[in-house]
């Protein structure tokens, strides 16, 4: 059997370079899991999203889906193994690996999705339809709904043509490389729940985003620590805010499109300054939209294209930066139960890159915000990777303390606004 693939999805093929492009979750229980109603849990979800079990077909830009074999899917393991170092590959293979991390008397369920079938939205989307079957629900009435089309066709009725054609990327800053023994290597930082509602608490007061004050404590980390005061970043803008929510219906696919800010950072500037320029820069975005220009192209070009031609064409105008930001927003607790257990902590991160990429994933599971990065290199990327998070955990904690400041004028692009 096969299934269309969408244009995002042959886009973030496009943008793997050797790196598999998966997503990972941690979901930590307070007792052991039953994993034969796992597995039967996982078959049952496949009837709403069959490309699980599937492998990626890149000249056709399609999944194939020839049988569901579950107990590939599903992988039993005791402690301390570690299935990061698992060699994962969705083109010959699922698009759904689950690792039962046997921890005694309770167990950590590792998930990794394929970024080819879902962004970051759709793999929660996934999870708490995976929560859904572990509890039994009748599935029966429920759909996917992975076309990007309507979506396009929504925003060219809102936004009649954009105003101007997104200019080429450049400047994006690079860190450097250090030489050593390359090693895969996860870290993290978290803001307790009590110091996040502190950052909400500013944010909202001053009305932006939580997604533009990281990305401004990102830039000045950057610029901390590399010395570069212009720094270009991504900023993912979900897509499916401008499709209204069905009963029954879920959205396991990739509707996430990048727009780059490029963000001048003043060294002696209140980070107040840097946050408001950076929600100014979102919103002349948002106003914009000249991401559509790009992406109705690149829909245009999906399957009536030969694949050389949109390969050269997107990595002309859609570049993958070195420097990355996703945000998987707040993970809703009632959603992700899974019967007879307690979650007690959940945690959602991106692909291993090789350094100097890197990829900051934002989470948030009760109340406690976690950022969290993967990637492949030496002791001392490693090491400065890990500085850039606690520089901004140390921004955004400082930014807290502050007095709430006015609110910034309200804009006519609040439906594009990006909120976590």
């Known amino acids: 059997m096969y299934y269309r693939g969408e244009a995002l999805d042959f886009l973030n093929m496009l943008h793997t370079t050797g790196t598999a492009p998966l997503m990972r979750s941690r979901i930590v229980f307070s007792s052991q899991i039953d994993v034969e109603r796992l597995k039967a849990a996982v078959l049952t979800s496949a009837q709403v999203v069959p490309e699980i079990f599937g492998h990626y077909q890149v000249d056709r830009n399609r999944f194939v889906v020839t049988d569901q074999p579950v107990n590939q899917v599903i992988q039993e393991v005791q402690s301390p193994y570690s299935p990061e170092n698992t060699d994962f590959d969705f083109t010959n293979g699922p698009q759904l690996r689950l690792f039962v991390i046997h921890h005694g008397d309770y167990d950590v369920l590792q998930a990794f999705m394929s970024h080819l079938l879902t962004d970051n939205r759709g793999f929660k989307e996934y999870l708490y339809l995976l929560a859904q079957a572990y509890n039994k629900e009748d599935l029966t009435n429920c759909h996917n709904e992975r076309r990007l089309r309507p979506i396009i066709t929504k925003i060219q009725r809102q936004f009649s043509r954009p105003r101007g054609h997104a200019p080429m990327v450049t400047g994006m800053v690079k860190l450097p490389h250090y ?5 895969r290597h996860g870290g993290h930082v978290m803001l307790s729940s009590t110091q996040f509602m502190r950052v909400r608490r500013v944010a ?28 270009t970043l991504p900023c993912p803008i979900d897509l499916r805010r401008f499709t209204a929510g069905a009963e029954d219906v879920t959205q396991v696919a990739n509707l996430t499109v990048n727009v780059f800010l490029t963000i001048h950072v003043d060294i ?64 809703d ?53 890990m500085k850039i998070l606690e520089n901004i955990q140390a921004q955004l904690l400082v930014w807290a303390q502050t007095k709430p400041q006015p609110a910034v004028a309200e804009t006519d692009a609040t439906t594009l606004r990006h909120q976590a």
């Open 333 to 385: 607790q009632q959603r992700l139960r899974f019967h007879g257990l307690s979650v007690v902590n959940c945690v959602f991160s991106g692909a291993f890159h090789p350094s100097p990429a890197m990829e900051i994933a934002a989470s948030t599971f009760a109340g406690t915000c976690t950022l969290s990065f993967n990637s492949t290199g030496s002791e001392r990327d490693y090491q400065l990777s």
């Open 179 to 183: 030489p050593g023994i390359n090693l």
């Open 204 to 231: 909202k007061a001053q009305d932006v985003g939580i997604s533009e004050a990281i990305l401004a404590a990102y830039a000045k980390a950057l610029q901390v620590l590399t010395g570069h005061t212009t720094v």
């Open 268 to 331: 002696d500037a209140p980070f107040n300054d840097l946050v408001k320029q950076v929600h100014d820069l979102l919103t002349v975005e948002r106003t914009r939209v000249a991401f559509l220009y790009r992406l109705s192209n690149l829909q245009k070009m999906n399957h009536t294209m030969p694949i050389t031609v949109m390969r050269k064409m997107t990595n002309r105008w859609l570049p993958q930066p070195a420097l990355r930001y996703t945000n998987f927003g707040v993970i």
